[in-house]
Nanobody, 126 residues
Framework: QVQLVESGGGLVTAGGSLRLSCAAS????????MGWFRQAPGKEREFVAT????????NYVDSVKGRFTISRDNAKNTVYLQMDSVKPEDTAVYYC???????????????????WGQGTQVTVSS
């Protein structure tokens, strides 16, 4: 499994921006499909975004489309989540996830991933 460490969380005002990073180590990063999930207090973990190995395929939950952008830099073993026009309902712990695959696919459910980071807190104030 690959080891994942998220960073970049914090407190941001509604309408502002934040960029999360997830650094991977331990395996060939380009062999992995990557995802971002989030979990708000009292709620289940929710899919946010996913990206295939090359960055050519992405998918987002409807609530963040047009506001969030997932990207990756395979040379730096890092995946990013650019969060723009944030809303108070974006407040959650954000998790990075990875799944090794030989296919150019994206994965939208938590059960499809076997490697997870410890999460980074994002708080959006109104």
């Amino acid at each position: 499994q690959v080891q994942l460490v998220e960073s970049g969380g914090g407190l941001v005002t509604a309408g502002g921006s934040l960029r999360l990073s997830c650094a991977a180590s331990g395996r060939t990063f380009s062999n992995y499909v990557m995802g971002w999930f989030r979990q708000a207090p009292g709620k289940e973990r929710e899919f946010v975004a996913t990206i295939n190995w090359s960055g050519g395929i992405t998918n987002y939950v409807d609530s963040v489309k047009g506001r969030f952008t997932i990207s990756r830099d395979n040379a730096k073993n890092t995946v990013y989540l650019q969060m723009d026009s944030v809303k108070p309902e974006d407040t959650a712990v954000y998790y990075c996830a990875a799944q090794q695959t030989r296919h150019s696919i994206v994965l939208l459910t938590a059960e499809d991933y076997n490697s997870w980071g410890q999460g980074t807190q994002v708080t959006v104030s109104s």
